[in-house]
């Protein structure tokens, strides 16, 4: 059973570019959360997405950020018109369920660096 | 301060002793997590704890919480160099679905 899968693993882009960032959940997992980890700090969250909605973006940049989880294919965390501090890693995580205690399974990351 | 606040921020100990972590959060919640990091990778889930819930243990790890003093600590006993990482602790808060609050981590160092 494979775990969370994101790619890519390390994505370089320069300033005004897009970036698009994959997530596979895990098998039997609807329900996906993104998290970004600047350097030297923990976890936080940005957005909560179950097929084709989005529950809660409450995390989520204004501008220039989007979060889609369509009901074929990965999640995408898409940032356009990337600036250097966008640079740092992103993490998604997956649960079998929204509610109640389960524990959510993360990825590898992406690390993201704006030149 | 933040939610999930981790103390001390950083514990360097031989291997063999055992190393304690703190974590103190604000608001009322469902749950709380422990996780670690290795440099530069992915989070691993170590436990969960709810919040009826005193004490846990797994393996080498205890986990405790007081929700009247909104703390927990992680316990990890004979400490290997192999559990040189950062330990997160995250809250699941009470009314917030099911998203993660993160604290700043503890970088623990198991010198040989």
């Known amino acids: 059973n494979a775990g969370v899968m994101q790619n890519p693993r390390h994505l370089v882009r320069r300033r005004g570019q897009e970036a698009r960032l994959r997530c596979s959940p895990m098998k039997g997992h609807s329900h996906v959360y993104w998290y970004r980890q600047l350097p030297e700090e923990g976890l936080k969250f940005m957005v909560y997405?179950?097929?084709?909605?989005?529950?809660?973006e409450s995390g989520m940049p204004k501008e220039r950020f989007s979060a889609e989880f369509p009901k074929e294919g990965p999640s995408i965390l898409r940032i356009q018109q990337v600036v250097r501090g966008d640079s740092a890693a992103y993490f998604c995580?997956?649960?079998?369920?929204?509610?109640?205690?389960?524990?959510?399974?993360f990825g590898p990351g992406t690390r993201l660096t704006v030149t | 301060s933040q939610q999930g606040e981790e103390d001390p921020q950083a514990l360097s100990i031989q291997e063999g002793e055992n190393a304690t972590m703190n974590c103190s959060y604000k608001?009322?919640?469902?749950?709380l997590q422990w996780y670690r990091q290795n440099s530069g990778r992915g989070l691993v889930h170590l436990i969960l704890?709810?919040?009826?819930?005193r004490e846990k243990h797994s393996g080498r790890l205890r986990v405790t919480l007081d929700t009247s003093k909104k703390s927990s600590s992680l316990l990890i006993t004979a400490s290997r160099a192999a559990d040189t990482a950062s330990y997160f602790c995250?809250?699941?808060?009470?009314?917030?679905?099911?998203?993660?609050?993160f604290g700043t981590g503890t970088q623990l160092k198991v010198e040989l």
């Open positions: 608001t009322s919640i469902n749950n």
């Open positions: 704890i709810r919040s009826n819930e």
């Open positions: 995250a809250t699941s808060l009470t009314g917030g679905g099911n998203k993660l609050t």
């Open positions: 997405l179950q097929k084709e909605n989005i529950i809660d």
């Open positions: 995580a997956s649960s079998p369920r929204g509610t109640g205690d389960y524990e959510q399974y």
